[in-house]
Every structure is written in structure tokens, then in C-alpha cells.
């Protein structure tokens, strides 16, 4: 956020800069029209678990995703984007004191919600692998966290991660936070393997989802859980006392028109996830290796043979070149050899010239 705020300042003094560090895809979506719809309901509150047509539509899709039926009326909760999704998730899952495994590279925001909640982000090493994480679990362990698909590498969780971080779960008593937020970022034709298909009865999964970065609303605010009943309820009444509900009249809107959306978003997820891959390719051929992944619009590069960190690679780059990306370091203290580069906002031929200053600044620091 401190490198956007200078992004944001230097574009307001009239600098040209290429964008790699915006965490969103830049899509095209027509105008919401409200025309036809009852205002009589639409500028108040609305139901505190979310407008009952939107949980319909949300619990059928994610049914179809995972083959597990989601009942609209218990078991999803609609909020104001996955961000407050995962923290109320922390927050009803938490004793103070209580450790959250969290795996590097991890969304800046997952610590500092566990220290909002009185308990202990536990940060596990990149280099660590999923079938490792058991060595972090001690008796005060409550919940792991995970991404899938990940921000910043663009990975995808297999079957078997999937699988064993529920036996872990199962066998430890562990709560399973998954944040979905790029659910639908995948490379054509892929299926997305939910984190909670591995665990039907939602003992121990509280799936976290966002329309966010799907269908390119980021502020409209719109994120859901889905979890078992009493997890649910529970979370409620965070909601209830926090936000009281999510944007009624945007849940409305997308309520009517979300099958729309997403046919319309579809094309555009499939385009940038693939000009993803491309740039993958791009950063290859100048000898930057990326950590593996196919999904998202991020890139987690290495640094290499840089004598900067992160946070000055960046502001080099931003300073000398005028392209942002964001440091790596805010994924975790041992991320610091990476830069994330995101494509979603910037078009190819402009995403060339950042790829090409990224690779002049490591030889220039080298
Ligand atoms: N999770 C991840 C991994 C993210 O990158 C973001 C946003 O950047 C979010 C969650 C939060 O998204 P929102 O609150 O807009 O749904």
C-alpha cells in the first residue's frame, strides 16, 4: 500500500508509470442499471447473512465447483469482500494466544488479522513444503492458513496438498481457513479443486470467497463464506456488529445479474490468465525464474543475482524505469530474493517494457 500510495502520487504529478503492482484485473463491465428494481429495498439494510437471491446463486455455483451440496439458507454468509470474510473467520475461531500456521509467501494481510485477534501468526519459511507443516503444529495450534489459488506465485493446491492439510486438520483438531479469492483465475479449461470438496460435512473448512477480483469489482465489497451452521452463526453475529451486512444494493444487483457477470468475465479471466503465462515465458527467456504456478495474474520473480532487496529493487525500479511491482518481502521475511509483477492492469505491450527494465535493473545491481 505505501508503494501504491507513491504510485498514486507520482501519476497525480503526471508520471507515466507501468503498473505491475496493483492487486486486480482491469476488466470490461457494462454500468450496473437499477432501473426496474424495487427502491423500496434497495437503499436499506437487508438480511445480515446476505439478500437471500445472491446465496442462492453463490451456494448453486460453488455446489457446481465442488459437487457438494451448499445450503444458502446456513451455510454461506455474504460480507464486505474476503478480507473482512477471513478476519471474522479468525476472530470466531480464536482464543487469545492461539497460533495460526500461516505458509510463505503470504498475503500481507493474514498476520497482522491473526494479531488483530489476540492471537500468534506462526510464519512458516517458503522453502517449506505443505507435507512439512505438521513440525509448526505445538498444542496451542487453531487454524492454518491457505491460499489456493495463491497470491503472489499463481499456484494451485493438488488433490494431495489438499488432502493432506485435512488429515493434518482432522487429525490435530485444526480449523482450515482457505482464502479462494482467485477462484475463478485459471488457465482455460481447468477446474478448480475447492479446498472444502475434501472435507463434505465442513467440519473443519471455512472457505473464504470474493467477487473482488472475479468479475473485476474490487470496490464493490462483496466477498462470502461458507462454513458449517454454527460456524456460520457464530459469524453472523461478528457481522451483524461489525457491518450489519454487505452493500444491499450491489448484493441486489449481482443477485439479478450474476450469471451475466460471469459470461462476461469468463473471456477476460481466460485472456489474462493466459497473458500471465505468456509473461512467465517472457520473464524465462531473460533468465528470471518465477516460483511455479499457471493460475492468478501474478508472477512471484526472483531477483537473482541482485545485490538489492526487494524494497530497494522496487523503488530502483519505480525510481530509474518508472515501473511498479511490489516487494516481496511483504509476503514474508524470507521472500526477500522476489518481486511480485501483476499483469491485470497494464496492456501486453507496456508489460514487455516493465519485464525488460526488470531485467536491466538485476544486471545493472548484479
Ligand atoms: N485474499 C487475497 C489473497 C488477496 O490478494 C486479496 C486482495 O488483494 C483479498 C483476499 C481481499 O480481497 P477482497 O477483500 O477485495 O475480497
Request: hydrophobic share 40%; with cysteine.
Amino acid at each position: 500500500m505505501r508503494f501504491n500510495n507513491r504510485i498514486y502520487e507520482m501519476k497525480d504529478a503526471g508520471t507515466d508509470v507501468i503498473t505491475m503492482s496493483l492487486g486486480e484485473a482491469f476488466f470490461d463491465i457494462s454500468m450496473p442499471s437499477f432501473e426496474g428494481m424495487s427502491s423500496a429495498s434497495l437503499h436499506h439494510y437487508s438480511h445480515s447473512r446476505g439478500v437471500p437471491l445472491l446465496r442462492q446463486k453463490l451456494a448453486k455455483h460453488s455446489s457446481v465447483d465442488s459437487g457438494l451440496t451448499v445450503d444458502p439458507d446456513s451455510e454461506i454468509l455474504v460480507t464486505a469482500g474476503s478480507k473482512l470474510a477471513i478476519y471474522m473467520a479468525l476472530t470466531a475461531v480464536l482464543e487469545p494466544g492461539d497460533e495460526v500456521i500461516i505458509p510463505e509467501p503470504a498475503w500481507v494481510s493474514y498476520p497482522d488479522q491473526v494479531r488483530m485477534c489476540r492471537g500468534v501468526p506462526v510464519m512458516v519459511p517458503m522453502h517449506v513444503g505443505y507435507e512439512d507443516l505438521a513440525t509448526y503444529i505445538t498444542p496451542r495450534t487453531r487454524a492454518i492458513v491457505v491460499n489456493n489459488p495463491h497470491n503472489p506465485t499463481g499456484r494451485r493446491l493438488g488433490e494431495a496438498e489438499l488432502r493432506s492439510l485435512h488429515d493434518l486438520a482432522e487429525k490435530h483438531s485444526l480449523f482450515l481457513i482457505a482464502d479462494e479469492a482467485y477462484s475463478e483465475f485459471l488457465p482455460e479449461g481447468e477446474q478448480f479443486v475447492t479446498t472444502d470438496q475434501f472435507d463434505p460435512e465442513r467440519r473443519h473448512t471455512i472457505v473464504c470467497r470474493s467477487m473482488s477480483k472475479n468479475y473485476g469489482i474490487s470496490g464493490w465489497r462483496i466477498g462470502y463464506l461458507i462454513a458449517n451452521r454454527r460456524l456460520i452463526e457464530q459469524i453472523n453475529k461478528l457481522q451483524q456488529h461489525i457491518v450489519t451486512c454487505a452493500p444491499t444494493i450491489l448484493s441486489c444487483y449481482l443477485a439479478e445479474n450474476y450469471d451475466m457477470l460471469r459470461e462476461t468475465t469468463r473471456p477476460q479471466i481466460s485472456r489474462v490468465v493466459d497473458l500471465r503465462n505468456r509473461m512467465a515465458g517472457e520473464l524465462a527467456a531473460r533468465d528470471i525464474g518465477c516460483l511455479p504456478g499457471d493460475s492468478t495474474f501474478y508472477l512471484f520473480a526472483s531477483l537473482g543475482d541482485s545485490r538489492l532487496n526487494s524494497e530497494d529493487f522496487a523503488a530502483a525500479l519505480l525510481g530509474r524505469h518508472k515501473v511498479a511491482v511490489v516487494p516481496g518481502v511483504g509476503y514474508g521475511g524470507t521472500c526477500d530474493r522476489f518481486i511480485r509483477v501483476a499483469v491485470g492492469a497494464e496492456p501486453e505491450e507496456r508489460l514487455l517494457r516493465g519485464i525488460d527494465a526488470i531485467a536491466s535493473t538485476i544486471a545493472a545491481t548484479s
